[in-house]
């Protein structure tokens, strides 16, 4: 036991960020432990990157000597969706939301939740602009220009597909940030960007300075 003790302090005080990626993945799902895991990696200065559909793994991974990536299968509700996706970005990374629909059939759930968890950033839209849009037409002409193409009626996709479904997206003003939030901590186990009461502490550290 002493011995195994001083492996991993060995481990953590050496290879600090890949330690704590594999203590975080081992914890996928079990939110009190990942919680506790969290607070330490933030402490230690390591930054857990929010998931993204161009760069997380299915678990954890090292981004750089400060950072790790949150991965695919800590997301709520996405199951299998992880493995379509990584098997997708394989011929390489989503270009638009647009190029990801086209690629990975997900449904609407599904969907969601990758927005809300800010895993669909990258594409430049609001969290709020996808979730209201994910389920109205824009859906809804995704499958049937995919139908359509794959009973060879359709042969320019790429021009008159993007143009058709891109002319429904107009960006929205966000979601509040409370609720945004609050999304993040049921899908992910933890508030991963910020902590509501990060404004207090800035609150409560100016009142200590007037002191």
């Keep these: 036991y002493g011995f195994l003790m001083y492996q991993t302090a060995y481990l953590k005080a050496n290879y600090p960020v890949e330690y704590m990626c594999c203590l975080l993945s081992?914890?996928?799902?079990?939110?009190?432990?990942?919680?506790?895991y969290l607070r330490e990696t933030k402490r230690m200065g390591i930054h857990v990157m929010p998931p993204c559909v161009?760069?997380?793994?299915?678990?954890?991974?090292v981004e750089s000597d400060t950072r790790i990536r949150y991965g695919l299968l800590g997301i709520k509700g996405l199951s299998s969706a992880a493995e379509q996706i990584l098997t997708a970005r394989a011929s390489g990374e989503f270009v638009s939301f647009y190029d990801f629909l086209e690629r990975v059939k997900l449904h609407s759930g599904v969907l969601k939740a990758l927005a809300m968890s800010g895993a669909l950033d990258c594409f430049g839209f609001t969290r709020k602009t996808l979730v209201e849009k994910v389920d109205g037409k824009i859906a809804e002409k995704v499958a049937k220009v995919l139908k359509e193409r794959e009973q060879g009626q359709m042969d320019m996709f790429a021009d008159e597909g993007e143009a058709l479904i891109y002319g429904q997206i107009k960006d929205v003003a966000e979601f509040p940030e409370k609720e945004m939030l609050a999304e993040e901590k049921r899908l992910l186990g933890a508030y991963l960007a910020k902590h509501p009461i990060d404004k207090y502490k800035a609150f409560v550290s100016k009142i200590g300075d007037l002191k």
């Design 26 to 36: 081992t914890v996928i799902g079990k939110e009190d432990q990942f919680i506790s």
């Design 54 to 61: 161009n760069k997380s793994q299915e678990s954890f991974s």
